[in-house]
């Protein structure tokens, strides 16, 4: 019999591409998605039949309790959030309650119905902040500066807790950014790969952008996925950082992006200062020491190929809309 693993927040870029690893891996897959929001059954496509899916509210314990007493899963991957990091504290309570709640309640269930099972929480640079640090590891101190931030440091202390007080094999991969041509149009990597393949039907076609200057650790989210699963195949639970350890701007995205297209990208960039954030000043580089040494993991795909997947991905796409 093959493992039973639960993913929250399936039908996201990670939770697509995790559930693709295991089935590969002969799991048995259950995956949660957020009733109140529109699930994105496109990121599913390949797995939809392959797996049993639940429309299904974490901020209800009693449901979360059923369910974990029911399937007694072997593995949980809890990375149902919102992603999408508001600095201005406006959406608070939104990012607070997967993250908090949600985590309390499996952690919960799994101590009272399943303690075997195994537990992973999608921690994320973000709980860094300000960090003092050029780059920062498991051992840097927490200096959040959003409320994103804030209740990522809270999940992260709720796996510790329950770890440490119940031994429960629960861990936190600290995350750093990691797109891939199913990223949501939101962030900034999809959002440029996209209007980049709609210049290629209309030259007059213009991106609005925030800071170019800005500064992010990018990697491939497939490759993230398979340091989560590594993560809870280890003999101890422990938390890790993940991250590429190199740091390219905004700029340097659009620049690769646009030559692959042999064209100049300050030809098409709008700056809106409306997209600029006030809170976004601080730049975080991950030291992948811990990870390199025991989960023996190291990103695969590097920048250039990650950009150059998701700007042929968005032109076939646009090409298969028209
Ligand atoms: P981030 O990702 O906030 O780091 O969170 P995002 O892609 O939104 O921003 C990256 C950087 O690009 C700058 N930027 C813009 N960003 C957006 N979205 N739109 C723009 O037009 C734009 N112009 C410039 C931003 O200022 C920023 O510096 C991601 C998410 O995956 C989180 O869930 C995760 O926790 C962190 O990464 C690690």
């Not at 997209?275 to 795909?301: F, G, Q, S, V």
């Amino acid at each position: 019999m093959g493992k039973v693993a639960l993913i929250t927040g399936i039908s996201g870029q990670d939770g697509s591409y995790l559930a693709e690893l295991l089935i590969k891996k002969k799991y048995k897959i259950y995956g949660l998605c957020n009733p109140h929001k529109k699930i994105d059954y496109q990121n599913l496509k390949k797995i939809k039949r392959k797996i049993t899916l639940k429309k299904f509210d974490i901020n209800n314990y009693s449901k979360i309790k059923k369910l974990i007493q029911k399937i007694k899963p072997n593995e949980i991957y809890h990375l149902a959030a919102q992603s999408f990091i508001n600095y201005k504290f406006e959406d608070e309570f939104f990012n607070l309650n997967p993250n908090i709640n949600g985590t309390h309640y499996l952690l919960s269930a799994v101590k009272e119905f399943s303690p075997k099972t195994k537990f992973y929480f999608a921690a994320s640079s973000e709980i860094f902040g300000n960090s003092s640090q050029n780059s920062q590891n498991e051992k840097t101190i927490f200096n959040p500066r959003s409320a994103y931030g804030i209740s990522k440091v809270t999940g992260y202390h709720l796996t510790k807790n329950y770890r440490e007080a119940y031994k429960i094999f629960a861990c936190s991969g600290i995350l750093y950014n990691h797109e891939s041509p199913r990223r949501n149009k939101n962030f900034v990597t999809r959002k440029i790969t996209f209007n980049l393949a709609k210049i290629t039907k209309n030259k007059k076609h213009k991106i609005f952008l925030g800071n170019l200057d800005a500064k992010r650790d990018w990697g491939h989210a497939r490759d993230y996925v398979y340091a989560m699963w590594k993560m809870l195949q280890q003999k101890k639970p422990q938390d890790f950082v993940i991250g590429s350890g190199k740091l390219h701007s905004v700029r340097d995205f659009l620049k690769i992006a646009f030559t692959y297209l042999k064209l100049d990208y300050r030809k098409f960039v709008i700056k809106d200062k409306k997209l600029y954030r006030e809170n976004d000043k601080y730049t975080l580089k991950a030291n992948i020491h811990k990870a390199n040494r025991i989960l023996k993991w190291k990103p695969k795909t590097n920048f250039k190929s990650l950009i150059k997947e998701m700007v042929f991905n968005d032109i076939k796409l646009i090409n298969n809309q028209s």
